[in-house]
């Protein structure tokens, strides 16, 4: 969420971005509320769009593996904590890029530890960083 925030923050007009989150409204509220007041998010407990995604359950690898333990340290070196567990806990996380019924990007997560390269869709849609004023 950090990366992705940074991302928004520095690239004008990036695209407008919809969370889903397996948690109920209160859940949302309270993580939403904490780490990114402003964003748009839907409950999705039955995991309808998981599913529509063709989002899957993770397995010991991608939960366990060297390199989930690697972005585990490197995240908490970072300060980053994960917080309370909601919902399905091995559901494999999404991230895509939507235009009307058109997937037009879209990252495979390796593991529960990966990250997208956020960045990226900006270039895919033609918008620009914005000026560092030093």
Not at 89 to 100: D, I, K, Q, S
Request: net charge negative; charged share 25%; hydrophobic share 35%.
């Amino acid at each position: 969420m950090k990366d992705l925030r940074q991302v928004v923050d520095a690239v004008d007009d990036y695209p407008d971005i919809l969370f889903f989150y397996q948690g109920n409204v209160g859940d949302g509220e309270e993580f939403f509320q904490r780490y990114w007041p402003e964003a748009r998010a839907v409950s999705d407990r039955s995991r309808q769009y998981y599913a529509a995604f063709g989002l899957e359950r993770a397995g010991l690898k991608q939960l366990f593996g060297p390199e989930v333990v690697a972005c585990g340290l490197r995240a908490a070196s970072n300060g980053t904590v994960g917080g309370k567990p909601v919902g399905d806990t091995r559901m494999m996380p999404g991230a895509f890029l939507v235009n009307e019924d058109q997937i037009l990007w879209q990252h495979n997560y390796r593991h529960i530890g990966d990250h997208p390269d956020f960045a990226e869709i900006s270039n895919l849609t033609g918008r620009h960083m914005k000026e560092q004023v030093s």
